[in-house]
């Protein structure tokens, strides 16, 4: 994806940069370490997301008059936004991490 973005901004810019190949942005090294490296980013970036959108959206519900919990309601209800934001990383993260992840391999070198 970034080589085809390279491509085409060389190839506005520049006539004849497109004619040569584009620069092969280069991958980080050791693919066990890669994966590690890329689950935890994953989960570090989607809990945090996925947690503060939940955070929000609770504080702009109002409590129920009749049936709210109380404190205990509360606690519930962080601990189950908090196991939410972990199912919906397992399952999307990785769609919306990749280009992060791929500037942060890119820094990092």
Same mark, same amino acid.
């Given at each position: 994806?970034?080589?085809?973005?390279?491509?085409?901004?060389?190839?506005?810019?520049?006539?004849?940069?497109?004619?040569?190949?584009?620069?092969?942005?280069?991958?980080?090294?050791?693919?066990?370490?890669?994966?590690?490296?890329?689950?935890?980013?994953?989960?570090?970036?989607?809990?945090?997301?996925?947690?503060?959108?939940? #955070?929000?959206? #609770?504080?702009?519900?109002?409590?129920?008059?009749?049936?709210?919990?109380?404190?205990?309601?509360?606690?519930?209800?962080?601990?189950?936004?908090?196991?939410?934001?972990?199912?919906?990383?397992?399952?999307?993260?990785? !769609?919306?991490?990749?280009?992060?992840?791929?500037?942060?391999?890119?820094? !990092?070198?």
């Amino acid at each position: 994806m970034l080589n085809a973005i390279n491509a085409n901004l060389s190839a506005s810019i520049a006539p004849s940069a497109a004619q040569s190949p584009p620069a092969k942005i280069p991958q980080w090294q050791g693919t066990a370490d890669n994966s590690e490296l890329r689950k935890a980013f994953d989960a570090f970036v989607g809990e945090t997301f996925f947690g503060q959108l939940l #955070r929000s959206m #609770r504080k702009t519900v109002g409590k129920p008059a009749y049936f709210h919990g109380g404190r205990a309601e509360e606690i519930f209800q962080q601990q189950l936004d908090q196991v939410l934001a972990q199912k919906v990383t397992e399952a999307s993260a990785d !769609r919306f991490t990749g280009p992060m992840f791929e500037l942060f391999t890119l820094q !990092r070198k």
